[in-house]
């Protein structure tokens, strides 16, 4: 599939799988799952094409599971507006995490700290590189901040990973956060 139709269906799919199913006459299940037949058919995709943009896609966003009656299901492996429940277990995280985000938000963020906005979780990259690229989706210049996420862990604070890598936390206290070197 073309790069850019390939960025546009998953696109589609990131709205219908995360933020807004109605406007696809989706429910999704409280795991956020859909049946991949009624997707298709929501979407008006094929099921080729549905296949390129999970595996093709650059982040590994979305997850295809088979289940025990042979039916399949997917659903987005994180970033959900609306409520669902990923079912996801706490994990000890990495040392550090990064957050990419706008120089223009560091003086909100330096005095509340790292709130989740609409999604579920503040989401935190495991490397600096992640971070950045996260980062550049917003205007201007991108700052990446370090998360003591090991100081954080031992005060209590709990971490997911989600499928595709991503660690999730409630937010984060300013004195957790520095300027990334
Ligand atoms: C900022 C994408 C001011 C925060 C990405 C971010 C990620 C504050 C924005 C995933 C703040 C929320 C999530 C505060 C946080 N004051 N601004 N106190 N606290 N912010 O999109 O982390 O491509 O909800 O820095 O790659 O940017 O969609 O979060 O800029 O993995 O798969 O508020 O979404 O993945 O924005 O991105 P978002 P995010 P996908």
Redesign the pocket.
Known sequence: MEHSKMVRLSKRM?LAL?HAPGRFDLTLDQGGWVDVDDFLAALRITRAELDAAVAGND?Q?FIVQRMPDGAERIR?S??HSVPVELGLVAQSPPPQLY????AA?LD??R?????????HH????ADVD?AR???T??AGEVVVLTVDAAAMARDGHLFYRSANG?WLTDAVPVRFLHAAP
């Open positions: 990131s995360r982040k966003r987005a994180q970033g957050h990419g985000t706008s938000a909100s963020i005095a509340t700290g790292l709130h989740r906005a609409r999604r503040v989401h935190l990259s992640t690229r996260v980062g989706r917003r991503v």
